[in-house]
């Protein structure tokens, strides 16, 4: 096979302006940030062959010590001359890996431009090795390699105003500054008279409500604090601690408001708060619309001007006093009497649109009909958008996470289509599947929609193979699941002794990535990921520079052998259950909390945590609400302890909680039970 860097009839050619940038960005990473790490990986590694592109480009660090028996008398070798004599399949695996998790590629955040490139290169990998487009439109145009699906909505802002005119007073405050529109309402036009109410909150403790009897708010403009009572020092009455309580959500503030049918709701910053959100006007989280009217965020400052502008000669932190510790004796809601605002807001919603990319490599004879699957994501955390754990600003390159998964799936489908082409003709062959998913970090969502929209029927699907980190192998030590099928593990087993892996089988579904989704629709899978995790997952620190490609051509190799075997193999396998619950597997696991599920099915609230066990450890508190975890939805008990009984001592599970208004991405490391 021809080294793809140096052919120039590849397609690949038009990215080589991305690949001359994309190399440099490697060769730094393992020269200058990393060489220790990166030596270490391959040093350990057995049997490590001499061509290792790691271990020589290492030996190009300053200190660089080659563990390589003969190579240390020479010089040492040049990065593209270590390159350029790899094994052509690494050096392959290393063009995709490198090119996917280049900055270009800008994180591949579905609904992105980088995104667009990432599937670009994939359709076109497909393409060049013969791949045969897997989806039909529905308007009966040809086939294309990208199957689109939705993947929720954007809210674009096109024109938002807030004007008060109050006795001889007339302002306008300043969109972006004084005030901003909150996706947890809707768009419209709105003017009233203001309606101060106070933290807005029906039910606190001891009797506490926001709301005087008798107080209509029909069609006024509600104001409403942010947060609820608190004391001299800002902090919450109510917490017994650091924060806030439940009720200073927007949740149960926003709904008891709008219950009763305000014209509009202006949220206000609350003065003195002892919360560095009060200098923001976003509100974080989902942003799902919880009022049927509109919402807006409005600064401390532009609410003083509201209230001095409209109201009786008091001042906001004054209403606020009337709101932390309601007067007995005179109403805690009314009316700013004479005042009037019009607002108006306009939102132009957008689609988001997510694609799968899908070649198809089709079977002959008898086998034909039946179907693997062999997949890995090619989306990941774009600038860190969500979902990091460094929070967002910087690129997430994710080179493990998942370009080396995917860089995987381009290769197999380049040596499988060789191989159907040189078996006899009258072989039958099973049809192979080869699916970049798109939106696997939100939650599984490619995987997801094809295993409801399959372009071939779920029921002659009889393997699903997924990628998902083959890049940090460490030790050479990988990870393997091999479920929902009878005998399945037996028979995968028969091909690790020669993978020059040492393979780690785990028991379970093996958590949460894309075969989670197969698996639920009765499929069999097999799951490779590495067996040892690292601490940059789900950050910047996701490099090129630290990824394993010998290691990771073995995992290559190993899925090649299986799928040749599988697309052969006379019998498929019998389905272990039919869509219910994996066999059950032993807890293994502790996590430390106690859950009860939302009464909406929503997620689990955290009723106790254990002090010092894992969800402690890693920041879960009791009041939380986990509304994903290992990015599946947690309608019930069921589903959680279902998911734990995957896990393994050591493994690291993302979780989504909700926090009053607030939602944050977690990452717990569990506790072995023993
Ligand atoms: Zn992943």
Redesign the pocket.
């Known amino acids: 096979m021809p080294s793809t860097i140096v052919a120039p009839d590849r397609p690949l050619a038009k990215y080589l302006s991305v690949w001359s940038v994309a190399s440099a960005v490697a060769c730094a990473a393992i020269v200058a940030t990393s060489p220790a790490r990166a030596q270490d990986a391959a040093a350990e590694a057995p049997a490590a062959p001499a061509a290792s592109a790691s271990t020589s480009a290492s030996s190009e660090a300053p200190a660089g010590g080659s563990g390589g028996g003969a190579a240390t008398a020479e010089q040492p070798k040049k990065i593209h001359e270590v390159i350029a004599a790899a094994d052509p399949l690494v050096q392959e695996f290393n063009e995709h890996l490198t090119v996917l998790a280049s900055p270009w590629m800008e994180g591949r955040l579905p609904g992105t431009r980088g995104m667009e490139r990432a599937m670009q290169y994939m359709e076109d990998q497909f393409a060049r090795t013969g791949l045969e487009p897997g989806f039909q439109p529905s308007d009966g145009g040809p086939k294309t390699y990208r199957q689109p699906f939705p993947l929720g909505s954007s809210r674009e802002v096109k024109l938002e105003s807030i004007a008060l005119k109050c006795g001889d007073q007339e302002a306008a405050l300043t969109a972006g500054t004084d005030f901003k529109f909150s996706s947890l309402g809707r768009d419209g036009n709105a003017s009233g008279e203001i309606a101060f109410v106070g933290y807005g909150i029906e039910d606190g403790p001891d009797g506490y409500t926001s709301f005087a009897e008798g107080h209509s708010l029909e069609g006024k403009i509600a104001l409403v604090l942010r947060f609820e009572p608190m004391d001299a020092n800002g902090k919450s009455r109510w917490s017994g601690g650091d924060g806030w309580s439940g009720r200073a959500g927007f949740q149960g503030k926003l709904s008891a408001v709008a219950r009763r049918k305000p014209a509009a709701i202006l949220v206000v910053n609350t003065p003195g708060a002892d919360d560095p959100r009060i200098s923001s006007l976003g509100t974080g989280g989902g942003g799902r619309a919880i009022a049927d009217v509109p919402v807006f965020m409005v600064s401390t400052e532009a609410g003083e001007r509201l209230v001095n502008a409209c109201g009786d000669g008091r001042s906001l932190m004054d209403l606020r006093r009337i709101a932390d510790e309601p007067p007995a004796d005179a109403p805690r809601s009314f009316d700013l009497a004479g005042s009037r605002v019009n607002l108006s807001v306009e939102v132009e919603e957008r689609s988001v649109i997510a694609e799968n990319i899908i070649g198809v490599l089709p079977g002959r004879g008898a086998l034909a009909k039946e179907v693997i699957v062999i997949g890995g994501?090619l989306d990941h955390l774009g600038m860190g958008d969500f979902g990091s754990r460094e929070g967002p600003g910087k690129l997430h390159p994710g080179a493990d996470?998942?370009a080396s998964?995917s860089a995987g799936v381009i290769l197999l489908g380049d040596l499988l289509r060789k191989d159907y082409e040189r078996l006899d003709p009258a072989t039958p062959l099973r049809t192979i599947v080869f699916i970049g998913f798109s939106a696997?970090?939100s939650g599984l969502n490619g995987s997801r929609y094809y295993a409801q929209n399959p372009i071939y029927p779920i029921r002659d699907t009889v393997l699903m193979m997924n990628f998902?980190?083959i890049g940090r192998i460490l030790n050479n030590r990988l990870s393997v699941t091999a479920a929902g099928g009878k005998g399945i593990e037996e028979w995968a087993q028969t091909f690790y002794p020669s993978s020059g892996l040492t393979v780690v089988p785990r028991g379970g579904g093996g958590g949460g990535?894309d075969h989670a989704s197969f698996l639920a629709v009765g499929v069999p899978i097999l799951f490779a990921i590495i067996a040892d995790f690292h601490d940059d997952y789900h950050t910047s620190r996701d490099v090129t520079g630290l990824i394993d490609r010998e290691a990771s051509v073995l995992a290559v190799r190993l899925w090649h052998q299986l799928a040749l075997d599988m697309a052969q193999r006379a019998e498929r396998f019998e389905a272990e259950s039919t869509g219910g619950p994996m066999r059950p597997q032993p807890m293994r696991v502790r996590v430390g909390l106690r859950t009860r599920a939302a009464d909406d099915g929503s997620g689990l609230e955290v009723v106790d945590v254990t002090a010092g066990g894992s969800a402690d450890k890693a920041g879960i508190k009791q009041g939380d609400k986990i509304v994903k975890w290992n990015k599946k939805d947690m309608p019930d008990r069921n589903a959680f302890v279902e998911d734990l009984r995957t896990h393994e001592g050591g493994a690291v599970v993302q979780a989504v909680v909700m926090r009053g208004e607030e939602e944050l991405t977690i990452y717990v490391t569990l506790d072995g039970s023993n």
């Open positions: 994501h996470d998942n998964g696997e970090e998902d980190m990535s």
